[in-house]
């Protein structure tokens, strides 16, 4: 499995080969739609400092600079939160985007805290069902999954799928369930998910698209995973 919008660090596949976990998709666009300022078209808010630090955060992720990325997406925090107030929308956003940074950086329990709060906001702004909601699940999810808490993990996931949201959020949360299941060694109901997922994407965003290539190699690795099992139980004499 990959990173949705890029390759994984370096220094994030050395986290996901020690600790063996699968590595998880992940989005940090809109809460809505693929503009990062589209929930605030409507509302008159011009370009502001959160904003620009927000993009700057959002660039040091995409160059597998994590901590940097961290230390960005805080002041845009803090500034979104004197402009705008706490329980807005768009530091919510920005919390979500802090909590996948501290992710980046194998600060699970950090990242779990700031997408917390960053959920709490949406359910307030937008109910518990709300598309708006599934980006920042997705992140907790990974979050929970990194401290090895699966079950907590797979209450979330279960919760973003159920949204059912259109796009890119929502075949994210399709395929990190999958790749929950996939841990827990359920691999009929991870490859499920994954075709799943593979489909929306290729809607979505064709068929050469890295992250469609992300889940045909998540597949192909399930499928290896059944041969190299049926050869070993094969090997084994009565």
């Given at each position: ?157 279960k919760r973003a799928v159920a949204i059912d949201a259109p796009g890119p959020h ?69």
């Amino acid at each position: 499995m990959s990173v949705e919008n890029g390759r994984l660090s370096a220094h994030r596949r050395t986290l996901c080969a020690r600790s063996r976990i699968p590595s998880l998709e992940r989005t940090r666009f809109s809460l809505r739609s693929d503009s990062p300022y589209a929930c605030l078209m409507t509302t008159g808010i011009l370009l502001a400092l959160w904003m620009t630090l927000n993009d700057n955060g959002r660039e040091m992720l995409d160059q597998g600079k994590p901590v940097e990325a961290a230390m960005q997406f805080h002041d845009a925090a803090i500034d979104a939160e004197r402009t705008l107030g706490h329980d807005h929308p768009a530091t919510a956003m920005v919390l979500r985007n802090l909590a996948l940074a501290y992710s980046g950086e194998g600060l699970y329990r950090k990242s779990e805290a700031a997408a917390l709060e960053s959920l709490r906001i949406l359910e307030v702004s937008f109910g518990k069902n709300d598309d708006a909601l599934v980006p920042t699940l997705n992140v907790l999810g990974e979050a929970l999954i990194g401290q090895h808490r699966l079950t907590e993990a797979g209450r979330v996931l279960k919760r973003a799928v159920a949204i059912d949201a259109p796009g890119p959020h929502g075949a994210t949360a399709l395929h990190n369930l999958g790749a929950l299941y996939q841990m827990e060694g359920n691999l009929p109901a991870a490859k499920a998910l994954y075709k799943e997922a593979l489909a929306r994407r290729v809607a979505l965003l064709g068929a050469d698209h890295p992250v469609c290539a992300a889940t045909r190699e998540a597949i192909a690795g399930l499928q290896g995973r059944r041969r190299n099992t049926a050869v070993a139980a094969s090997s084994i004499k009565p």
